[in-house]
């Protein structure tokens, strides 16, 4: 597409100028002077340079937003003072920050931080706990430490092992080094050039990254009684760095679980890509011969937790574990720790295929909504119309989506807004929320039964509203389809849902929510906790408050803000008006 001669202008004037880096601020009046004057557009001209490499700017970066930088070629002779550093590399590739004062002695203290947080962007490093040193992962050391003790100690008994090979034609640099940095936040104290051991926070499972550079291939193992969600996780981690190499020749390979006698493990691996096209088979094969001990081998076990199954293939598998739930078929603690890998694994499902066709800047806003009725009616009556309602925003952390304590909920009355915007994101979270309930109960014990019982009342509200959608909607929703994989065509959808949102809050604070790019790809909107973990420099801490959805006690209301035209609510006993949005 041909750009407009001024926007020709403003990159030649960007091209020019003689500074290596300015504020944003400066950088505007510059496109301005050239004839670029809206905002919008001079947003759209700096994002196109950034992705041609003539500058480098990232505005959704807390830490990089303040600075433009001009020459990248600038920031690249700097970073190469580090990567050359015989000083970092005997401290086994650690880059303490004082060392900044030597090695940049030349740049004002304030761009040495900005330096380090573009080491971390471009996966070059990672901060420490302390965050008084980052870890340069291209100068760690090539021979390994003794890692096999801790890594045997999460094998054994009770424990499940899943593995998928990587055959590459070429062993690119950056890998594995960008994955660990990538999965910075697992990371552990035995990692060297081509390899790390990686642990979750939840203690029980362990990661084992390991590259042969001569035999060309990389292997992921995850150990631990439920690895599908750690597995999940680091797989999409080490995809999203094999995609940095495009043209980049790979075979995947599942290595068959079966043992002789003696212990040893079958040495044949399937081909992934054939064992995929035997489930989309109709009917599926589920079952494959091993030509090396002649057994058949079940191919959803082989696939389970490596590749994620289509929604109504979860949506099964999380039926069956439901019902073992139901009939106590399984001990507690098992069985939760199984039903919420399957959540975790159907919710990120979920938030994959509704936005698999939108970048980070299109993310908007939150996708997660939960609605309650303002009045002390029963929960089970149909739409009314006058009615009000809340709407919750949700956080969306992948296993443990819950509602957010203490912050006050939009009230909606049952008007067209409601309907036709709010309405579809209920029917089509009400196919995954349904499944939440045996997970917070089996997590919270004895208080599990009244929570149960505030939820269930919950949907069954929002399943009631569905029932008595009017005209085009409730057909929509009373076509039995489960909606779980969300079409490109839903995704005005997202945006009224934006628009409706951003009439309620207009400051556009989701209650606090942070809209997070994990470094394995997706977007999330996360509660502060959540959000936490994917900070550079900290190691993910498990969310040790009890995820739960906050019941609203008989007689009791909450303050909410108004959509225009709609009822404004007063809190009982607190005498404050709710906020109405302007217009």
Not at 42 to 54: I, K, P
Not at 126 to 135: G, I, K, V, W
Not at 190 to 207: C, E, F, K, Q, T
Not at 530 to 542: C, D
Request: aromatic share 8%.
């Amino acid at each position: 597409m041909a750009w407009p001669r001024t926007w020709l202008r403003a990159a030649e004037a960007v091209r020019t100028h003689p500074d290596d880096h300015a504020a944003p601020e400066e950088l505007g009046e510059l496109l301005a002077e050239a004839g670029v004057r809206e905002p919008s557009h001079q947003s759209s001209l700096v994002a196109a340079l950034h992705s041609l490499g003539d500058l480098l700017h990232y505005p959704d970066d807390e830490e990089l937003c303040d600075l433009v930088v001009l020459r990248p070629q600038w920031l690249t002779g700097y970073i190469s003072r580090v990567l050359d550093s015989e000083e970092v590399l005997n401290e086994g590739g650690l880059f303490r920050h004082t060392f900044g004062s030597t090695l940049w002695s030349d740049a004002p203290r304030p761009l040495r931080h900005h330096f380090v947080r573009m080491m971390e962007n471009f996966d070059l490093s990672y901060r420490t706990e302390d965050r008084t040193a980052s870890l340069v992962v291209e100068l760690l050391p090539w021979n390994p430490p003794p890692f096999q003790e801790d890594w045997d100690t999460h094998g054994g008994a009770g424990t499940r092992e899943l593995r998928l090979r990587y055959r590459l034609h070429t062993v690119p640099p950056g890998i594995p080094t960008w994955f660990i940095a990538r999965e910075h936040r697992f990371s552990t104290p035995l990692r060297w050039r081509s390899g790390a051991l990686l642990r979750h926070p939840d203690g029980a499972h362990a990661a084992l990254i390991t590259v042969d550079r001569h035999a060309r291939t990389a292997e992921l193992r995850v150990r631990g009684p439920y690895p599908q969600d750690f597995f999940a996780v680091l797989k999409d981690g080490f995809e999203q760095t094999l995609q940095r190499y495009p043209g980049l020749d790979i075979t995947r390979l599942v290595p068959c679980p079966t043992r002789d006698g003696e212990g040893r493990a079958c040495r044949h691996e399937f081909r992934h890509e054939q064992l995929v096209n035997r489930l989309a088979m109709d009917p599926p094969r589920e079952r494959i011969e091993c030509p090396e001990h002649l057994e058949d081998v079940e191919v959803p076990y082989l696939l389970q937790g490596i590749e994620r199954p289509g929604g109504r293939r979860s949506e099964e598998l999380l039926r069956q574990l439901v019902s073992k739930v139901d009939s106590l078929e399984m001990a507690g603690r098992r069985r939760h720790a199984e039903l919420s890998a399957r959540v975790a694994e159907q919710q990120r499902g979920f938030l994959h295929s509704l936005r698999r066709e939108q970048s980070r800047q299109e993310v908007l806003c939150p996708s997660l909504v939960w609605v309650r009725r303002l009045s002390r009616r029963a929960a089970g009556r149909k739409l009314l119309p006058g009615e009000v309602f809340q709407l919750h925003l949700c956080c969306e952390a992948p296993g443990e989506w819950h509602l957010l304590e203490g912050v006050e909920p939009y009230e909606l009355p049952a008007r067209k807004e409601f309907t036709e915007t709010v309405l579809p994101y209920v029917h089509r979270t009400l196919q995954v929320l349904k499944f939440v309930v045996p997970v917070f109960g089996a997590s919270l014990g004895v208080a599990s039964e009244g929570l149960s019982k505030a939820m269930k009342d919950d949907m069954d509200l929002m399943k009631a509203l569905l029932d008595g959608a009017p005209g085009e909607a409730g057909r929509r929703f009373a076509d039995g389809e489960s909606r779980t994989a969300v079409r490109a065509a839903d995704h005005a959808e997202y945006r009224r849902m934006h628009a409706l949102l951003k009439e309620l809050d207009p400051a556009e604070e989701w209650g606090g929510l942070s809209k997070v790019t994990t470094p394995e790809g997706p977007t999330y909107w996360l509660c502060a906790a959540h959000a936490r973990t994917y900070e550079q420099g900290s190691r993910a801490v498990p969310y040790t408050t009890p995820v739960r959805l906050p019941h609203q006690p008989a007689g009791e209301q909450t303050i909410g803000r108004s959509l225009p035209g709609g009822e404004s609510r007063v809190g009982e006993g607190d005498g404050d008006a709710g906020r109405r949005a302007p217009g």
